[in-house]
Structures are given as C-alpha cells and as structure tokens.
C-alpha cells in the first residue's frame, strides 16, 4: 500500500498542477483584450497621409587638415562651418497617418505631418488618393485639421480621454514606415506628461508601438473610441524604445474646433515667463518641497502684472487646481475662457497669499514655450526665449547685475553654439548684456557670418561659445 502510495501521489499532483495551470491559462485569456473586432470596425476610418515639400540643405564639408582630432563640440562646429557649401534646393517627401473625424471629409492628424508641405495627398481604405487642404494648424499642440473633397466616409467614434487610467489597454493604428492599417497595442504607462515642445499638451505616454509613419494616427481605447492623436517617442535610436506620446483627444478636438470656425486657436494668457522649482531654490523660498511655477518675469501690459503678482512668486495653485511643476500650469492657463477670473495662489516671502486675476488673450500663437509671448531676443534671430535674472540666481552665481537667463533653446545659432536651458547670457561680442531687451538690441548691431564670443554663466563657473549669426533673410 505504501509502494502503490508512493507511486500515486506524484502523479495526483502533477495532475492538479496541470488542471490549475490550464484554468489560470483561460482565466487569463479571458481578462485579455480581443482587439480583432475594434481593428475591423475602425482600420477604413484611418488614412496614409503623404506630403511634397522644398528644402534648402547645405552640405557640410569635411574639417580642415589637422582638425580631425578634435572633439566634438563648438569648436569642431565652428571649423566644420568654414567648408560649408551654398544650400541646395530639392523636394522632399514624408508620410504620416490621420484619421476621418466627419463623412464629409474632416480629417485630425499632426500639425508637423503636414508642416511646409506644398502639397498633401491621402490615401484611402478602398485606395483611392484624393488632394487634401489644410483647414488649419496649430503648432503648441501639433494637431492640423484636414478636408479632402468626399462624402459618406467612414468614420471613428471620438472619447473621452480625462477617463483614462494608467495600466488601461490602448491600440494604436497607422502607417509606419509607410505599412498602411498596421495594428499595435500596449497599456498607457502614465498621465499628463509634460515634453518640451508640448507646452500645451498633457501627454498620454503608452508603451504602444510606434514609429516614423504612425504621426497623426488614432489611439484607441477596448471600446472602440479614440482617446489620443499619437504625436512623439522617444528614442536614442530613431525608432521605438518602449516610451511613445499621444495628444489626449479632449485637447485635440477643442483645436479642431477652433479650426474649424475661426481658423486658428485662441488661448489664456497671464504674462508671465515661468520655470520649474529645484530643491535648492525651494529651500531658499522656504518652501517645503520643490513644487508649483517660479515666476522669472512678469509683463507690465499683462494680466499677471494687474492682478499683483511679481518676479519672484511661486504659483502653487490656479483656478483651484494644483500646479505641481512649472509645466502644468501653460495647459491650463491655455484652456481658460478669455475674460474670466482666476484665483491664484502665489508663494511670497515665505507665506501664501491668494490673487485674482483675468485671463486675456494670447497674443502671439507660435509661443510653445509659456503662457507669454516671447521675448524680443528670439525674434532676433538667436532662437532662444530668455528672462530677467532672478534674485536668488544672482546670490547664487554671484553675478551683481545684467545678464539674460536662458528659459529655452530652439534649432538655430545659439543652439549650434551649444548654450543651454538654465545659462546666463553675460556679454556677446565686444558688449555687456545688461538685460533682455538689451540682448535683442546688440544682436541687430552685430555681423553676421562670422564668429563671435559668447560668454555664458553656467552653474558656478564662466564659459565662452562661438556663435555664429545668419545673414540677414538666411536660414536661421
């Protein structure tokens, strides 16, 4: 008995361990999402978007003799420019995806699918190509809305995308690398994602597979309905990486709206130049933790100015919502009815204090940098946005007066120089920067095509850069 026991037992177990092993199995296979119906019902609605355009490239010649050793940087830039050759036109093509929001021909897809495109082509389910017009686009939140001239087109089914939850299933729909109604899924990973050149947007991050081609496509949700126009990854590659971005579709169809009646986006406005709160600067605040948006600057003209608030404040708080990092408040400022009055409270001397004010109108649509227009600098051709030197900075560095802070750095001069978010401008060529106007005015006097000396503050110590100005009408 005990032999036959012995024999018997194993064998029970194993046949336990198999019986539970295969619930669990269909357990879980019934708890996956089946996406086989939402990809049929949706896949004719999304659409291969093609685009024409000119550009203007320089070729870049080899360094001098006896140069090639040096590295990376600046200096290697300024060197490398000495051989650069006159720019040739030519034609270009890109792809993307859309998606059609109306059987008239309405289509929502990204505003750089279709940016400088001299001419836009869709392609549809059934293969047919059809000529599309931009209705409008709006670069801040990078959605464009097109219309081709059709009828009775299938269309998606819009959702509501402040429903979301992270670990929810999510499909995406395109054409990357020009595959038409290629099929990908993931979970969203996280809410509210603040990029750098989405000021606007409070990204949807998925770990969705995307790639150059899905731009402008759909992310679903396992109801069929589309919570996001997938927009960006990031990647060290070119390709996916595992982190890919969607414009929440409640962002995206407030500015196909807009487009839609008036052609472009009418947006809050404080004027105020804002950046993000470090431990260091939460401690010399007397702050508890490094949250809310560090006012730089203030515009006398702007609402911020008549409502009190000063360089200096930390806004903790707008319209009842909290801000928890500099990036938070652009989107919400952006949303709010022109005209109507906000609460907003403000850190000051180491205490709360509660101000009203009313939001105007955004004056200046290209801003993707803060609720403000941009400074006069980057209209002067370095391509960057700067701001008064706050106090605490100036102890910080040991810098008395002048001097520009750097709040964003843009693709042109100043970029290819290498100065960074965060420096101090202090002089450029032969004069002091006393201010940032004062950058915008040496910059008109200064030649262009020729290196000068660019000397930044940077963390504790000074650094000089060679910058090199466009002609005046070149490409910045």
Known sequence: MHGIRSLRRPWAGVALWVGLTAAVAVAQADSLPDFRSLVKQNQAAVVNISTTQKSRQAQLADLPPGMDQLPDGPWRDFFKRFGQQAPQERETHSLGSGFVISADGKILTNAHVVDGAESILVKLADRSEKP???????KATDVALLEIDATNLPTVKLGDSSKLEVGEWVIAIGSPFGLEHTATQGIVSALGRSLP?????????TDVAV???NSGGPLFNTRGEVVGINSQIYSRTGGFMGLSFAIPINVASNVAQQLKEHGHVTRGWLGVQIQGMTAELAQSFGLPAPS?????????????SAGGVKAGDVILTYDGKDVAEAASLPPL???TPIGRKVEVKVWRDKQPLTLTLKVAALKNEDNAAAANEREAAERATLNVAVAEVPAELRERFDLK????????VRSGPAERAGVQEGDVIVR???????SP???AKIVKTLPREKPLALLVQRDQGRLYLALTLPAEGGKK
């Open 437 to 439: 106007a004062d950058l």
């Open 401 to 408: 007066k002048g001097g520009a802070l750097v709040t964003e």
């Open 197 to 205: 050149d989405g000021t606007y947007v409070p990204f949807i991050q």
């Open 292 to 304: 809310g948006a560090l006012v730089a600057s203030v515009d006398p003209k702007g609402p911020a």
């Open 132 to 138: 599309a017009k931009v209705i409008g686009v709006d």
């Open 428 to 434: 450029l060529g032969d004069q002091e920067v006393t």
């Open 333 to 335: 400022v952006g949303d």
């Open 211 to 213: 790639n150059p081609g």
